[in-house]
């Protein structure tokens, strides 16, 4: 049986939800405290990094002039403790990296280029102007702005950040996400399974797919296949979380109790199910600025509907770019078509830069989620997409 042909595709939905995301308020913190976060304004420079001419290399801080001079001594600049006075004719200052080029100084002879007897040093190359030197403000220039208001912060925002001279930045705060799986058939990592029982995948990755996005994942919760613990672990976690992803249960089986328990609890629905495969029964909805995603319980349509929904949205409650960018990329094989939904497809990358499907494709089938590069968006049609097709890559 075909689909009913009016549902939203993948694009449709998320513009839909998007739509629907109120940014969180940002918050002071310390620069420290800020690593995976996302700015909420522009840094500018206060000063000019580095905010003094130094050396590039240890040696010979010297004015400019041709080999073979013997220099005094006068002298030493040291990282943290300038020359205090100026360099004159004649002269040379022992100088390490880093160090603040001595006054009346043009260049530093490196160390292995010159002879050092005590007193004297001997230079055995020319020092033109400049010659190891690195200049105030070849880094950051004072004023300019250096990072912006939507970059995630990672190891070298904080370091030019704290460079810049910034001792608290304004960011977005980690959106609190709770994580609510569903069905009777559940149990605990690691425990024994019993006959129809199934071990909660879901739960844990998905906790970790929120982590990545830049969540703090505020609670996880598990509800079996009744109305009443349905709605009363939802209930719980839209008490706790900013954003809720539910998974399971938003099917149209008599024990699929999730939407009519957030119908219940006032969470109004956005959208239920998109063209795509796997994840047609995605379910999303809000609560005021509340997000709530409910996502098909088969591990590989919650990974894949995370990615495409949630994660746009988590990106968007911290102001950041919503989306991924996404590449193109030719097809390896032929790939079946759905007729009336977009399939995302798990590929690897060959060495030609084309793609292939990791494995099966079936929803439950996680084992070809390892060393999937990208989900390749095959776009629904009759037949197969031939191999050399060009499709566009989502980045997982
Ligand atoms: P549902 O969307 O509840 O109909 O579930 C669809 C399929 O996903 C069923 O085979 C479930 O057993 C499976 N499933 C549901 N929740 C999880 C979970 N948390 N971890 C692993 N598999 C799950
Ligand atoms: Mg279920």
Request: glycine share 10%; hydrophobic share 45%.
């Amino acid at each position: 049986m075909r689909d009913v042909p009016q549902l939203p595709s993948i694009d449709e939905a998320r513009a839909t939800l998007l739509a629907a995301v109120q940014p969180l308020t940002p918050t002071n913190l310390p620069v420290n405290d800020t690593l995976g976060l996302v700015l909420a304004e522009d840094v500018r420079a206060a000063h000019d990094v580095p905010s003094f001419a130094n050396s590039a290399m240890d040696g010979f801080a010297v004015r400019a002039g041709q080999a073979g001079q013997r220099l005094r001594i006068a002298g030493e600049s040291r990282a943290g403790a300038p020359y205090a006075s100026t360099i004159l004719d004649g002269e040379a200052v022992r100088i390490s990296t880093g160090a603040a080029l001595p006054a009346g100084a043009d260049g530093v002879l490196q160390i292995e280029l010159v002879q050092d007897d005590e007193d004297a040093v001997t230079l055995r190359e020319a020092v033109a102007p400049g010659r190891n030197v690195r200049d105030a403000g070849t880094d950051l220039r004072a004023g300019a702005t250096v990072l912006t208001s939507g970059t995630r912060i990672g190891p070298a925002e904080l370091g030019i950040a704290i460079g810049a001279g910034r001792q608290g930045l304004l960011v977005a705060p980690r959106p609190r996400v709770a994580i609510v799986t569903t069905g009777d058939e559940l149990v605990e990592a690691g425990a024994p399974l019993r006959p129809g029982q199934i071990h909660d995948s879901n739960g844990p990755t998905l906790a970790a797919l929120a982590a990545r996005a830049g969540a703090e994942v505020v609670g996880r919760g598990h509800a079996v296949d009744d109305p009443e613990a349905t709605r009363a672990v939802i209930a719980e976690a839209l008490d706790v979380a900013d954003v809720l992803v539910l998974a399971g249960g938003v099917s149209v089986g008599p024990h699929d109790h999730v939407k009519r328990a957030l119908a219940d609890l006032g969470v109004d629905e956005l959208l239920w199910r998109i063209a795509l495969r796997p994840g047609k029964p995605t379910w999303l909805g809000h609560r005021g600025a509340q997000l709530v995603f409910g996502l098909p319980g088969n591990p590989v349509s919650a990974y894949v509907t995370f990615l495409l929904f949630a994660r746009p949205a988590l990106n968007a409650l911290q102001g950041a770019d919503a989306t991924v960018p996404r590449t193109r990329a030719m097809l390896a094989v032929d790939v079946p078509r759905h007729p009336d939904r977009d399939e995302c497809v798990r590929v690897r990358r060959r060495d030609d830069g084309s793609v292939e499907p990791t494995g099966p494709q079936a929803s439950h089938v996680l084992s070809s989620l390892l060393g999937a590069e990208a989900l390749a968006i095959v776009p629904r049609g009759e037949g197969d997409l031939p191999a050399g097709s060009e499709v566009t890559l989502e980045p997982v």
